[in-house]
């Protein structure tokens, strides 16, 4: 297939293009580097350096190049800058992606994989999350991410886009052979925050909230890890059907607490990483874990990393020989 892979420069995204590669499609990707890196794309893929604000150049790309589908990881994914600057977040996330399915419905390009979040269930009642459970998010980032699946749903029913909403939890790891990992700044998911310690680039890791109600008082996450995320699209793409919209939570259905990464990383790296208990953060969820039942079942997907701290060595490969990553790699 020819696929378009917005955001293909990123973290995920480039993870993907490669697998896509990997299987033979013909991947263009378009990035504006705002947090990508063009050493990490695939250079079996096309690169274009544009902005999806720019929908000149994006109906040229997507007019000229008779897609058969598309993959859209661009977005920006920060949490606490959400709050702060709501409406960056409602223009990047919401209004560029209005602009990328109006001229998916105009050139009928009816496949669509779509990089979503487990931020869009917020406080969940129970663990672990399955996809029929209420999507109620609690931060500006996680509404976009959910009025973006809305306008995909609604699409899918008024002119047959094929659509999939992958829910990712936790995405960590890299390359096992250490070539291509996580690089993104300022750095916020906990890894490469740890592992960042352990490279002495920072004093300590912060563990927000040490009295939750869970087995060792600190928040339970879900980690997947990126291959099995790159496995996830590759399945989604190659089985879409127009008309279709398919929600699939993308996790290993494992919690694993920050005090457990820490201590995993630990024993990884062999440095002692100080960790300091701080208080929590406000709409920190004590516990998310993923039901992945769905996607196991539909697609025959199976994560193949489970193990915490196998996931820990392949993000260890990456940054102990990348410390200040592509950048100067
Ligand atoms: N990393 C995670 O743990 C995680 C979890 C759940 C969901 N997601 C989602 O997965 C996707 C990818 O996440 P990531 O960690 O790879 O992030 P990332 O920041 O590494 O990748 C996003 C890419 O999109 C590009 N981009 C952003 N706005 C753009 C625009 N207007 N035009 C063109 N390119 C633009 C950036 O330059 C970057 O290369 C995001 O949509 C994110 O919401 C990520």
Same mark, same amino acid.
Request: overall charge negative; glycine content about 8%; hydrophobic content about 40%.
């Given at each position: ?15 993907c ?10 991947v ?15 250079p079996?893929?096309?690169?274009v350096?544009a902005?999806?604000?720019d ?8 007019r ?5 589908g598309?993959?859209?990881?661009a977005?920006?994914?920060n949490?606490?800058?959400?709050v702060?600057?709501p ?13 990328l ?27 672990p999350?399955?996809?029929?459970m209420?999507? %109620?998010p609690?931060?500006?980032? =996680?509404?976009?991410?959910? *009025?973006?699946?809305? @306008?995909? $749903? ?9 659509v999939?909403?992958?829910r990712?939890f936790?995405?960590?790891g ?6 291509h ?6 750095e ?13 680039q ?9 009295d ?15 291959d ?21 939570n993308?996790g ?11 201590? %995993?990383?630990?024993?990884?790296? =062999?440095?002692?990483?100080? *960790?300091?208990?701080? @208080?929590? $953060?406000?709409?920190?969820?004590p ?9 196991m079942?539909?697609l ?5 990393h489970t193990d ?5 060595e ?16």
């Amino acid at each position: 297939m020819k696929l378009l892979v917005t955001g293909g420069a990123g973290y995920v995204g480039s993870f993907c293009v490669r697998g896509l590669c990997d299987r033979g499609h013909e991947v263009v990707v378009l990035d504006n580097l705002s947090a990508g890196h063009k050493e990490a794309v695939d250079p079996r893929a096309a690169f274009v350096m544009a902005d999806l604000a720019d929908a000149r150049a994006l109906e040229t790309l997507i007019r000229d190049a008779g897609f058969d589908g598309a993959l859209h990881f661009a977005a920006y994914l920060n949490v606490g800058e959400s709050v702060a600057e709501p409406l960056k977040y409602y223009r990047n996330n919401v209004a560029h992606t209005v602009t990328l399915l109006e001229l998916m419905q105009k050139y009928q390009i009816l496949r669509l994989v779509f990089s979503s979040t487990c931020a869009c269930y917020g406080i969940p009642a129970a663990v672990p999350i399955t996809e029929s459970m209420p999507q %109620a998010p609690i931060n500006p980032y =996680g509404n976009t991410k959910l *009025a973006m699946e809305w @306008a995909m $749903r609604d699409s899918a029913r008024a002119w047959k886009l094929g659509v999939t909403c992958l829910r990712y939890f936790n995405a960590c790891g890299a390359a096992a052979d250490g070539s291509h990992g996580e690089d993104h700044d300022p750095e916020i998911h906990l890894i490469p925050v740890v592992l960042q310690v352990a490279l002495e680039q920072r004093e300590n890791v912060q563990i927000f909230g040490v009295d939750y109600p869970t087995r060792d008082g600190s928040c339970i996450r879900d980690y997947i890890h990126v291959d099995d995320l790159v496995d996830a699209h590759v399945r989604a793409i190659e089985t879409q059907e127009p008309g279709e919209f398919r929600a699939y939570n993308v996790g290993t259905g494992v919690g694993t607490s920050v005090k457990q990464v820490v201590e %995993a990383a630990r024993e990884v790296t =062999g440095h002692p990483i100080p *960790a300091k208990p701080t @208080a929590r $953060r406000p709409g920190d969820p004590p516990e998310l874990y993923a039901d992945p039942g769905k996607l196991m079942a539909e697609l025959e997907w199976q994560p193949r990393h489970t193990d915490i701290r196998e996931i820990i060595e392949t993000a260890w490969a990456w940054h102990r020989s990348h410390p200040h990553g592509y950048r100067h790699a």
